[in-house]
């Protein structure tokens, strides 16, 4: 039998996880990439003439004519340089990320709200929910190791 106050409990916790859990990572992310958008135009935009850009040149072709595969990205001289004259309000959500993950601060949010999804579904003090949050936690280190995100210097070596 269902009590009004478990309902209650039930929505307003059901309206906080979609609120928080999916919306705000939603919303940073699209509004990140529209930053990402308009970084792109300024950038690789005629005017710079690829001076600042290095060329990724992972993928099968890396020809000027196939623009499906080319990448681009921009020197992380150039990135440090405009990140540190910078003074929008997003410019503090991507301070430390390099171009190419830009959109780190929603995976960053995602990754949080992952972390408390065990905690949450399983049951307390039981081996399911340590096995459970350190899967979470592992996963997430080897995304952290295997992916270059950050500007750092320590991080880069």
Do not use: C, H
Not at 64 to 78: G, I, P, Q, V, W
């Amino acid at each position: 039998f269902i009590t009004q106050e478990f309902a209650l409990a039930a929505f307003l916790s059901g309206s906080v996880v979609l609120v928080l859990g999916i919306g705000f990572p939603v919303l940073l992310l699209v509004q990140l990439f529209r930053r990402r958008a308009a970084l792109n135009i300024a950038f690789f935009g005629e005017e710079y003439a690829d001076r600042y850009v290095t060329a990724d040149t992972r993928g099968p072709d890396y020809s000027a004519s196939n623009l499906l595969f080319k990448r681009k990205d921009l020197a992380t001289s150039e990135w440090a340089r405009f990140g540190s004259a910078d003074n929008s309000a997003l410019s503090q959500l991507y301070a430390d990320a390099s171009y190419r993950w830009l959109m780190m601060p929603a995976f960053v949010l995602v990754f949080k709200i992952a972390v408390l999804i065990p905690a949450v579904v399983l049951e307390p003090r039981s081996f399911s929910l340590r096995l459970g949050s350190g899967a979470v936690e592992i996963a997430i280190a080897i995304f952290y190791f295997t992916t270059n995100t950050q500007l750092s210097p320590i991080l880069l070596m």
